[in-house]
């Protein structure tokens, strides 16, 4: 069946990176864009941005742009997405999922949560 | 502050019908048929449950509806049932400062009394 899996949970520390991966399986990945959101705990749900797993083509909304990398492996069908110059605000649970053209997510991963703490 | 708005919380009894709107503008709900919709259990990724204003995924009760008139779309669920109790999400895409994106509502707490 369709599925995304997601790496494991990460401590980090302010100022840190942090990459999380999104393995896709049960279809052809490179048919549909990978979204990028994040849930800061207790709060909603913010998109972060898509890549094309086709061209490599990404966009995000201008807050998360020159601070957040989307990149993909298409051998091994699996998409990143790294966070850079993180601070305590960036305590979040990451999900990817996979997008439509109508701009929908019909799979999402079960998510991955980074903790910044010093 | 979230692009799209939705009430911070509702409630129903079982067996009832509630409306979740959502709110935004005609850049982004009311210009385009793009509105989705998802269901959140604590500690779950979000479920899809409508997409493109009334579609519903195959597997997805027909308990669930959606609607849209002008820059407000909506969520109706029918028969209230106690694994309703989530939280609610809408998004649409937007096409606000031209660029391509997707806005989310802030989320609508669902309590089943």
């Known amino acids: 069946q369709v599925q995304l899996v997601q790496s494991g949970a990460e401590v980090k520390k302010p100022g840190a990176s942090v990459r999380v991966s999104c393995k896709a399986s049960g279809y052809t990945f490179t048919a549909y864009f990978i979204h990028w959101v994040r849930q800061a705990p207790g709060q909603g749900l913010e998109w972060m941005g898509f890549?094309?797993?086709?061209?490599?083509?990404?966009k995000s909304p201008q807050r998360f742009q020159g601070w957040v990398t989307m990149t993909k492996d298409t051998s091994i069908s699996t998409a990143y997405m790294e966070l850079n110059r993180l601070s305590s605000d960036d305590t979040a649970v990451y999900y990817c999922?996979?997008?439509?053209?109508?701009?929908?997510?019909?799979?999402w991963g079960r998510g991955t949560l980074v903790t910044v703490s010093s | 502050q979230s692009a799209l708005t939705q009430p911070a919380s509702m409630s129903g009894s079982p067996g009832q019908s509630i409306t979740v709107s959502c709110t935004g503008t005609?850049?982004?709900?009311?210009?385009?048929?793009?509105v989705s919709w998802y269901q959140q259990h604590p500690g779950k990724a979000p479920n899809l449950l409508i997409y493109d204003v009334t579609n519903r995924p195959s597997g997805v009760s027909n308990r669930f509806s959606g609607s849209k008139s002008g820059n407000t779309a909506s969520l109706t669920i029918s028969g209230l049932q106690a694994e309703d109790e989530a939280d609610y999400y809408c998004t649409s895409y937007s096409s606000r400062s031209g660029s391509n994106s997707v806005v989310f509502g802030g989320g609508t707490k669902l309590t089943v009394l």
């Open positions: 890549i094309n797993p086709n061209t490599g083509s990404t």
């Open positions: 005609s850049s982004d709900v009311g210009g385009y048929n793009y």
């Open positions: 999922a996979r997008g439509y053209a109508t701009w929908y997510f019909d799979v």
